[in-house]
């Protein structure tokens, strides 16, 4: 029987089949020895599993997983247990959803720039949605428009809203209506006040961000999956302070920056890494104001951390 996971509590995974049958299940013990798993976790959200059901309690829908699907794509994030070691934050989505505010707490462009990095190199496609409108003044305004033309000339969709008013909610809805969303963000930005705006009667914690800090508290403390109303499934993920790059070699960086796309075949070594390089035409397109300036900083902030974990 067919099933997809939409809750992991460590050893047990809530799953449910296409006829909305729930179970609560485990992982068969093989898994657990399988070296092509090199993940913390060999199962995730979104996961397309096999199961067999366990009838030896009455009283309870208990399942075995025997075996999990080939997956479209996955995301990863560095696992806490170890920044040598990967998580699978989330398997199978059509679309990610990066939830960023420009105040309390600011979500840093080289926050942004990290995942976008991570997203590209499996392939998923990100929508940047700005949270917290009602609380901007002039200052955050201009910042926010600065970050949205950044963005959008790349050629990402960038979304300002309110979930504590209401604003722009109607466009977060239509975007995600039939498709499987991952949302992500740092811990503060309004996550879980957006899902509940969008499903009434979920009720997640909310909680204030930390005044000493400025930094936003933890709600959500693993991934799960949600049914939306209107069509299509989420997936809420806990609020990451860092988005560490795992499994990107440094030749390959460039390639998930989309607007040096253009330029990297153009460059005079094949192997450049557009930092010290002769005839780099990426720096070239830097100078000339074709790629941003801070979005090359990020690069090579990026490139930097994978050579120290690399070697």
């Given at each position: 029987?067919?099933a997809t996971?939409?809750?992991?509590t460590?050893?047990?995974?809530?799953?449910?089949?296409?006829?909305?049958?729930?179970?609560?299940?485990?992982?068969?013990g093989?898994?657990?020895?399988?070296?092509?798993?090199?993940s913390?976790?060999?199962?995730?959200v979104?996961?397309?599993?096999?199961i067999v059901e366990?009838d030896?309690d009455?009283?309870?829908?208990?399942a075995?997983?025997?075996?999990i699907?080939?997956r479209?794509?996955?995301i990863?994030?560095?696992?806490?247990?170890?920044?040598?070691?990967k998580?699978i934050?989330?398997?199978?989505m059509?679309?990610a959803m990066l939830?960023?505010?420009v105040?309390?707490?600011r979500t840093?462009?080289?926050f942004?720039?990290r995942?976008l990095v991570?997203a590209?190199a499996?392939h998923?496609?990100?929508?940047l949605?700005?949270?917290?409108?009602d609380?901007f003044k002039e200052?955050?305004?201009?910042k926010?428009?600065e970050l949205?033309?950044?963005?959008t000339?790349?050629?990402?969709?960038?979304?300002l809203?309110?979930?504590?008013k209401g604003?722009?909610?109607?466009?977060v809805?239509a975007?995600?209506?039939?498709k499987t969303t991952?949302?992500?963000?740092?811990?503060g930005v309004?996550?879980?006040?957006?899902?509940?705006?969008?499903m009434?009667g979920l009720?997640?914690?909310?909680?204030?961000v930390s005044g000493w800090?400025?930094?936003g508290?933890?709600t959500?403390?693993?991934a799960e999956?949600y049914?939306?109303?209107f069509g299509?499934c989420l997936?809420d993920t806990p609020g990451?302070?860092?988005?560490?790059?795992v499994d990107?070699?440094?030749?390959?960086l460039s390639h998930?920056?989309?607007?040096m796309q253009?330029?990297?075949?153009q460059?005079?070594?094949?192997n450049?890494?557009h930092i010290?390089e002769?005839?780099c035409?990426?720096k070239?397109?830097?100078?000339?104001?074709h790629?941003?300036?801070?979005r090359y900083v990020?690069y090579?902030t990026?490139?930097?951390?994978?050579?120290?974990?690399q070697y």
């Amino acid at each position: 029987m067919q099933a997809t996971v939409y809750k992991s509590t460590g050893s047990w995974y809530v799953v449910k089949t296409a006829t909305g049958e729930t179970f609560q299940a485990r992982m068969k013990g093989i898994f657990k020895k399988n070296d092509d798993i090199t993940s913390t976790n060999p199962i995730a959200v979104g996961d397309v599993v096999e199961i067999v059901e366990d009838d030896s309690d009455a009283n309870a829908k208990n399942a075995m997983i025997t075996e999990i699907g080939p997956r479209k794509n996955y995301i990863v994030r560095s696992s806490p247990h170890g920044k040598n070691k990967k998580h699978i934050v989330a398997a199978n989505m059509d679309q990610a959803m990066l939830v960023c505010t420009v105040k309390e707490p600011r979500t840093s462009q080289g926050f942004i720039d990290r995942f976008l990095v991570t997203a590209a190199a499996y392939h998923i496609p990100v929508i940047l949605v700005f949270n917290k409108q009602d609380i901007f003044k002039e200052k955050e305004t201009e910042k926010f428009e600065e970050l949205e033309e950044l963005y959008t000339n790349i050629g990402y969709q960038v979304l300002l809203i309110s979930a504590a008013k209401g604003n722009g909610v109607d466009e977060v809805r239509a975007l995600l209506k039939d498709k499987t969303t991952l949302m992500a963000g740092h811990s503060g930005v309004g996550k879980s006040s957006l899902i509940n705006v969008l499903m009434p009667g979920l009720d997640l914690r909310t909680k204030a961000v930390s005044g000493w800090s400025g930094k936003g508290l933890h709600t959500t403390t693993s991934a799960e999956m949600y049914g939306l109303p209107f069509g299509g499934c989420l997936i809420d993920t806990p609020g990451v302070r860092e988005f560490g790059i795992v499994d990107i070699p440094k030749a390959e960086l460039s390639h998930y920056f989309l607007e040096m796309q253009p330029y990297i075949t153009q460059c005079q070594f094949n192997n450049c890494l557009h930092i010290n390089e002769p005839g780099c035409a990426v720096k070239v397109a830097v100078e000339e104001g074709h790629i941003d300036v801070d979005r090359y900083v990020s690069y090579a902030t990026i490139l930097e951390t994978i050579e120290e974990e690399q070697y």
